[in-house]
């Protein structure tokens, strides 16, 4: 907010030097981001009086002065303002002086006489509006006066915070400056001359939304004469950064600015029968605002009305069609108290802010409505003539006291960590204007607020703290504690390292969801972030299955959309439920991009609605386009399959220390290439691995679930992307919402040495080479320690229903060296189990 310092000494004596005030007032919350000189801009514009005002000689539009500016002989200056006479006092601008915008003047000839500056307009020094005529100046105006002297100004830029809606007056500023100096505030005074008849006979108001509009104050100001505002408000409006419009519209603004009440004049005869509606919209009405953009209303939206129709946007603009214009004699002054949500969504709905609305969404001070109505109506018979109607049409004329808020002195005294006694709180209080006295006994503290507030019974000496109705962010105890400390400065709380232990060690709730990072990040993924509002869209694009058993401690997937009321875009609208398709999204950025290999992971969460109540759930997700390594020189590229992303699910297993993982075909088919597709399982293994918090898990308990799968190509296609093969997944781990990894255990080396054999099984084509390596591992007995799939072989001199699959499994006994023949046992063991279990027999 712009504070211009001669508008704030109208409400309280300042006597501080500009940036010191500029400090004290960050140091008590209200920051000062600037100090403007305004009128600063004026280099060489003095105070001159006309002398004589002759026709030019040679122009019929022009007119020849002499001015003198009180030294020196007398300039000659050529004007074109009809407005000048002799004897007037007036801005002239000297040959090199400097106009707001860089302008300068110099000796110039004009029709064929030299003129020597220039009479200055309000418009061009950027006082007031008046573009057509000079700036006449006061008669007493000191002759020769430096401009800037007279009618410069500081101006202090506050940065108020959002709880201080308060605070976005003058009179606002003028408190926190008497918190400062002590110096009493000067609120402004109000005097009204009322005439008959009755405001009620010329105004009605019917409240239907009671709830968003909860007082309406209308006053009625008639035989006004719309024109240009006094040059002194032209001036102060415009230093604080606001636009001049006329005298009416103008009294509207400047009570905004000077007690933060928003108020809006309405043309009484654009207001049907004299009657006022506040309601929401309905179904297809329509509005020009003020800033002539036709709007169609939404059914949420909450207006202004007469029986013909909307005339405002309550709390944010006004209609085109009620604006004040120079042919009102009649005005309807409205001061309303609405409901902050209510008006913050309408600013979000229509993209519309307005200082207006910028109060009224951090709520306003209920007797204001009355002040702001009387202010503005005696400012416009004070600057546009005319009379206010007696009474005023007021729907809730209550008016509530100050709140009262208990607090304990000592629990005050704790929080801080000062040595303020109950009598020095209680002062500090006094200089914001909140007065306290002695708590009854019984009466409750209020720690903490919200629909069902927590109370204490105090055990030692409370005070109540009676806050005015203007400060609604003091609500609780811990907000005197703040007003404590901030008034009595920050910088007095003393520097104090706290005295009570700090807590034990906790293992860290993130350390699966962080092993999955580092495992992923070890093969070449990059971890993103994406939204986790996306477009409906997508969720019908890629229909990513719900059927996956899920860990114990994990939520299962699927369920209502949850859908944004007020969406900023269409693209954020609904929160997912998966994460493949937010991936796909990023792979489509990167393409356009050139890029020849994606690889990246998220660590999300997916949402969904179960009645009235919401619930999300953990997954990790990635996705692998294009090449399977990074492209190098000495190496071909080679495009990832499904074998690349199985096993990078192998990895993550490997890093959580879990029992291998199993894959099954998946045959669904969308969004799933067909024959392309696994289901993913992975369990708890004896040594050790994920554990989520709160949950006990046994040796073979589910760790690791979810879908692997090459994208169906008309999913792709959907996707408008470029690379033939996408690989995603999409697992549930145990503990990734939040659990721990088991500690590693080192174990001996072996004593003795391991032995390896190779095994090529001839299998039927459909036989799945987990089932084989999964008969190979329970026919191998205890002395097993490693076994894997190394080779599948298709063609001569096998039948084309035939595959070979090749494994190499690993023996070793701890207390001993394995022989030939206890080896051999082993293999025929295997080779048995195979030819039983998966009807294989031993290539050869």
């Not at 002239?92 to 110099?106: F, Q, S, T």
């Not at 108020?263 to 506040?278: P, Q, S």
């Not at 299998?763 to 320690?785: F, M, Q």
């Amino acid at each position: 907010m712009r504070v211009p310092l001669s508008w704030l000494r109208d409400h309280v004596d300042v006597d501080l030097d500009p940036a010191v005030l500029a400090e004290r007032l960050t140091l008590l919350g209200m920051e000062v981001k600037s100090i403007e000189r305004w009128g600063a801009e004026w280099r060489s514009v003095v105070v001159g009086e006309l002398l004589t005002v002759e026709s030019h000689p040679r122009a019929d539009r022009l007119s020849l002065t002499t001015v003198t500016v009180g030294a020196g002989e007398p300039l000659r200056i050529v004007c074109g303002a009809t407005n000048i006479a002799p004897g007037q006092r007036v801005p002239v601008a000297l040959p090199g002086a400097v106009l707001p915008g860089e302008r300068r003047i110099e000796r110039t000839e004009k029709m064929g006489v030299v003129s020597e500056g220039m009479l200055c307009s309000g418009d061009e020094l950027q006082l007031t509006t008046d573009a057509d005529g000079i700036l006449i100046l006061p008669a007493e105006t000191p002759l020769g006066a430096d401009l800037s002297d007279l009618y410069g100004d500081v101006v202090l830029d506050v940065d108020v915070k959002p709880n201080r809606g308060d605070a976005l007056s003058l009179v606002g500023l003028a408190r926190e400056v008497s918190a400062i100096t002590g110096a009493p505030v000067r609120s402004p005074a109000v005097t009204l001359d009322e005439v008959d008849p009755e405001v009620a006979r010329r105004l009605r108001v019917v409240v239907e939304e009671p709830a968003l509009c909860t007082r309406f104050v209308g006053r009625w100001v008639t035989g006004v004469t719309v024109g240009p505002s006094p040059d002194l408000v032209q001036m102060r409006l415009r230093a604080a950064g606001m636009r001049p419009v006329s005298n009416v519209v103008d009294a509207s603004n400047y009570v905004m600015l000077e007690i933060g009440k928003p108020t809006h004049a309405f043309d009484a005869r654009a207001v049907h029968d004299g009657t006022i509606v506040v309601r929401r919209a309905r179904a297809g009405e329509r509005l020009e605002t003020l800033d002539h953009v036709d709007r169609a209303l939404d059914p949420e939206t909450l207006i202004i009305a007469d029986p013909a129709g909307p005339i405002g946007i309550a709390g944010v603009m006004g209609g085109a069609g009620s604006e004040v214009s120079e042919s009102t004699t009649d005005v309807v002054v409205e001061s309303a108290i609405f409901d902050p949500v209510s008006i913050r969504r309408t600013g979000q709905r229509y993209a519309l802010r307005s200082e207006a609305s910028l109060r009224f969404e951090k709520g306003q001070d209920v007797p204001t409505a009355r002040i702001g109505a009387d202010r503005v109506a005696a400012l416009i018979v004070a600057w546009s003539g005319g009379s206010v109607l007696r009474g005023r049409v007021d729907t809730d004329p209550r008016e509530p006291g100050p709140s009262r808020v208990a607090f304990r002195p000592a629990r005050v005294e704790r929080l801080l960590g000062t040595t303020r006694t109950a009598a020095g709180q209680r002062a500090l209080l006094a200089r914001v204007g909140v007065a306290t006295e002695d708590a009854p006994d019984g009466t409750p503290v209020v720690v903490a607020a919200g629909p069902d507030p927590l109370v204490v019974q105090p055990a030692e000496e409370a005070v109540v703290a009676l806050v005015p109705t203007w400060r609604r962010d003091i609500l609780i105890e811990a907000d005197v504690a703040e007003e404590i400390a901030r008034v009595g400065g920050y910088d007095a709380v003393p520097t104090r390292t706290p005295e009570t232990l700090m807590p034990a060690f906790r293992p860290s709730p993130l350390g699966v969801r962080d092993a999955i990072r580092e495992a992923l990040v070890g093969v070449g993924f990059t971890e993103v972030v994406t939204h986790a509002l996306v477009a409906p869209r997508s969720l019908v694009d890629l229909p990513w299955p719900d059927d996956t058993e899920v860990p114990a401690g994990e939520a299962a997937s699927g369920g209502r959309l949850v859908t944004v009321r007020n969406p900023l875009s269409q693209q954020h609208s609904v929160l997912r439920q998966h994460l493949p398709a937010s991936l796909l999204d990023v792979l489509v950025v990167n393409e356009r991009h050139g890029a020849e290999r994606v690889a990246v992971f998220e660590v999300g969460k997916g949402y969904a609605a179960d009645g009235p109540r919401a619930r999300e759930w953990w997954r990790v997700a990635f996705l692998l386009a294009g090449h399977a390594e990074p492209s190098a020189w000495n190496r071909p590229a080679r495009a990832a399959d499904l074998d690349d992303a199985k096993g990078v699910v192998e990895v993550v297993a490997e890093r959580l220390g879990l029992e291998p993982v199993t894959f099954e075909p998946d045959r669904r088919g969308m969004p799933f290439h067909p024959g392309r597709a696994a289901r993913v399982t992975a369990r708890l293994a004896a040594s050790g691995g994920p554990r989520p918090t709160g949950f006990v898990m046994a040796e073979g308990d589910l760790t690791v679930s979810g879908h692997v799968a090459e994208l169906h190509p008309s999913v792709a296609e959907r996707w408008e992307l470029r690379t033939p093969r996408v690989l995603l997944a999409e697992l549930a781990v145990a503990g990734l919402g939040g659990g721990t990894l088991d500690p590693a255990r080192a174990r001996p080396l072996p004593r003795f040495q391991a032995v390896d054999r190779d095994l090529a099984v001839v299998v039927a084509e459909d036989i799945p080479a987990a089932a084989v390596v999964e008969a190979a591992r329970r026919a191998a007995g205890d002395l097993l320690r490693e076994i894997r799939l190394f080779d599948v072989y298709r063609g001569a001199p096998l039948d084309e229903r035939e595959k070979s699959v090749a494994i190499r499994f690993v023996l070793q006994a701890a207390d001993r060296t394995l022989t030939d023949a206890e080896v051999e046992a082993i293999a025929a063991g295997i080779a048995s189990a195979l030819g039983a279990e998966v009807g294989g027999r031993i290539r050869t």
